[in-house]
Each structure stands twice: as C-alpha cells, then as structure tokens.
C-alpha cells in the first residue's frame, strides 16, 4: 500500500481500469486530478458542453464494451451531465459520471457553483458513492467501475473538491470480473420443453444478446430452431441483417415481416431482452404480439422477468450462456419445429419479401396532411432519402439515431451484419443525443465510419459538438435532416388538434454553412440522386481526418405518430375554448 496523495490514488485506479480518454469540461474543482492525466496516458477530451460529454462516454461505452467517463465543474456543470445519465441508464451503458462537489468544509453555507449533488442521481444511476474522507478515494472509484459493469448501467463518484488533496496509504484494486452463468437448471429445462414443442417458434433478440457478446450463440439457437429472429425496439445490430432468419425490427416503425410472423408464434424466447412497452406496442396497424404465444423470458436483472408482458418462464441469467445452455438441451431431442422447417423459411422469405417490396414502393407519405404539404416541393421525400443512406451505408458503419419523426421512421431502414453498431437514447428519448454519442463511438472505434442521424430540431441542440470534433481530431459524419419543424410534435398537432400549430414550426440557417463556419465540411443535398454519393465522400473523408454535415433538404411530410394510445382529442368545457374543440373521426 504506497502513500499517494489522493488525486494519485484517484488517476491511478482509472489506469488500472483501463480508462484511456474522459469526456468532459475543465473545472478547478477536480484540476489537481486532471494535471496527472497526460503522464498517466489518459486522454482528456473537452466537449462543447456537458452533456455532449455524458453522450460521449455513453456512445464510447457501447461500442468499446468498456466504460465511458465523463467529468464537470461542481454545480451546474454536474447538474448538465442529468439528461446524458439518465439516457445512459436506459441504454444499461456502463458510463462513471465523475461529480466533483463544493468543499466538504463549506456545504450547506450555498456557495458559489452549490447544489446537493447526490439526490439529483439518485434514481438514475445504479450505484452512488461519496467520498467522504480523501482516504477512501481508491476504494470508492474501484467501486463504482466495478459498480457500473456488473450492474450494466451509470454510477456516480462524489468527490467534495478538497477530498482530492491529502496523502494516505492507498491500495489500487484490480477490476472484479464476474462471471455470469445461464440461468437455473430447472427454469432453463422448462423452457426447452416448450422451445422443444414450439410448431412456430420465434426469438426476440435484445441488448442483452449484444452486452453478453451472444450473437454467435443466438445464430446458433436460432438455426436449431428455423426459427425467425426479431430485433428488440431499438436493438437493430442484434442479429445480423444478412441472415435469412433475421426478420427486422419490432416497435416504432418496425419491420411488418417481423410483426406478421411474431404474430403467428406459439413460442416466444426473449432473449437478453426487457420486453419493453415501447418496443411492443401496435404498429403499421398491427396488434402484433401474439396472445395465445407461451414467452420465455431470459434477462440478467430479475426484476424485468415479467414486468411488461407475461411470461410463461423466466430465466435470470446472461443471454450469451442461456442461448448456449438451450441449444444444449434441444441438440438431442426432436423438435416439432423440425416437421415444418422448410415452410416457415418459405414465408419467412415471402414475409420479408413483401416488406422490402412494400418499402421501395413507399415513397412517401399518404395521410392528407403529408400528400398536401410536399404537393410542388422542390424536396425530397423522406423515405425515398432514408432509402438512399440505407443503400449507401458502409458495411461496418456505426448509426446513432435522435429522438424526432424522420430519425424514428429511419428504424425501417437501418439494418447491421455486427454488434455495437445502432446507438439511440432508447426509451429517455432525449433530443441531441445522436452527435456526442457517435463521436464517443469514433474515439472508442476509430476505423469504423461514424454516422448520426439528426432532425433539424435537435441538431439546434447539439451541433456546437461538432466544434469538439474538429478541436479534437474526430471526424464524424452527420445527416442533418433538414424540414424546419419539430416533426414528433407537429405530427400530433395535425393528427388531434385540428392542424393548430404552436411551437412546432423552425426557422433554420443553412447547417450546411453553419458546419464550415466551425471548421467541418459542409454541404447542402436535394436532389435524391446525391443522397448516396455525399455519403460515400463524407464517409470517406473521416480516413482523412474530417468532419461532414451532410444537410438533407426533405419535404414537411409526416410518418406516423409514436403514441396514437397517449393523446385524446380535446373536449372543452368552457365557452371561450370550444371552438378548439376537435371530434375523433368516426
């Protein structure tokens, strides 16, 4: 145990965690600290805002399959790494939120840059420590790491600023590794029972699949099984796209080959996968979830199994090793699902057929709004756009999506051959995500083409980050979907209100210019023969260091709404509003 003072202890412990680069803003409060970070071979990367560095270490968390951290000022530099955490938290990224806090001698007296810092966190992290006393720094950093993985989820260290002054004997701990295995013997032998009898069954591959490093195991069960694999809302790099099972995406403008063919199931196995009310819900006019299916559900958090759907068993356990485990039991016993193998592949692929068929013929929208607004635009249709990067996108491209109509309406199309490739706030839906969250993920994987897909809304939100990429050297490419709305809000203001629309309508400036004001390339696409090419070249242009703002000039047309079940049409009572009174059709 030797003596270190505590910033030591503290730079010492993310050495031996592995920690290479922390996103962040500089601040006095932790200086002491970040002063060691070049010698420890520690790259600090300082962001735009705090936020972007929360995204950044989420993004780089997914794909490194190590930690993110991030850092801030006390106060309200910590108060903006909320949003990027709580993202984080549902996305089970194993992000350490590093909040330096005012001295521990003054807390209470509401000093400058003051706040309680640990009630803010406290349902949004699994794990909190405080470092109460400057001797226990490398005891509660090493917790938190540890913390973060085996939990899958945000930890926040607490340090009161003078905590990382002092001198102590300190032990630098190890990371814990732990194992996990595949679930009971018991629950594992009910569940190949029923995947034994399963006449159509079907697999829901989550993010579990992918944090268990299980894909290989889930193409394996799958083949077993003929059986067709959905991807969890979301999860589009859970299985890959390139396979014959694979049958797209479920939820919010999923694949319908994957909705009509989960319908028919009278097995479902959720593999790695929460089940989600989301993820689940009708879609395209579908009712899809099977009601008469029996559902395995395997999750590594107990209290999941069975939180949204009902389940017939409940596996707690790592989705790689179940998949493993069950393939074990059914590789000697005859399977119904053996007697009708070559029929199912046969609508598998008239189901997916259908779709790919449905989609290219759908270029744009059909609801009356839509049809009248992009009647005379100059612009392109969405669909047809999105249409184009998906026919574009490099083989091992990373995607991250933001919360918005277009970037939603984009699930249809964004289909991955490996793991770690779809980034997106998932169910926190938070806006300006996708930017900072891909730049993580090129620091983390620099030889991968990063791409985010962004509306012009949260692009209002987040593109000050592309100053961190060019000030940093990480080039990134961003489609910038420009329609000069607020698309997901101005849907229902169409859709429920009577075409009355507050706060949904934008007035931009060119991004395109904006990007090479700060330093990126920029150029500005509306022409859908373009679409493909300027992909191709911005793509290309990150192997020679730069960033690209690809501006996508698209007609105001709307997909679908998320939530048609979350609004009512508005019945007023009082004489002065009822004329914004609005009849649901009949």
Known sequence: MPKMSASEAFVETLVAYGVKDVFGIVGSAYMDALDLFPTAGIRFIPTAHEQGAGHMADGYSRVSGRHGVCIAQNGPGITNFVTSTAAAYWAHSPVVVVTPETGSATMGLGGFQETEQLPIFSKITKYQAHVSKHPRMAELTARCFDMAMSERGPTQLNIPRDNFYGEADYEIAKPRKIARGPGADADLDEA????????????????????????????????????????????????????????????????KAGMKLIAEADVVLALGTRLGPFGTLPQHGLDYWPKNAKIIQVDSDHRMLGLVKQISVGIVGDAKEAAKALAYRLANRKLAAAANADERKKKIKAEKDAWEKELDSWTHEKDGWSLDIAKGSPYMHPRQMLRELEKAMPANAMVSTDIGNICSVSNSYLRFNQPNSMFAAMSFGNCGYALPAVIGAKVAASDRPAIAYVGDGAWGMSFAEILTCVREDIPVTAVVFHNKQWGAEKKNQVDFYDTRFLGVNLKNPSWAEVARSLGAEGVTIDKLGDVGEALDKACDAQKKGKTTVVEVMVTQELGDPFRRDALKYPKRVLDKYKHTDVKAPA
């Open 192 to 255: 190949a029972d029923l995947l034994a009898k399963a006449k159509f069954p079907v697999i829901v591959s989550g993010g579990g699949v992918i944090f268990s490093d299980g894909v290989k195991e889930c193409v394996a069960l799958a083949e077993q099984l003929s059986a067709p694999v959905v991807n969890s809302y979301l999860h589009n790099d859970s299985f890959p796209a390139k396979h014959p099972l694979w049958c797209g995406p479920l939820g919010y403008q999923g694949s």
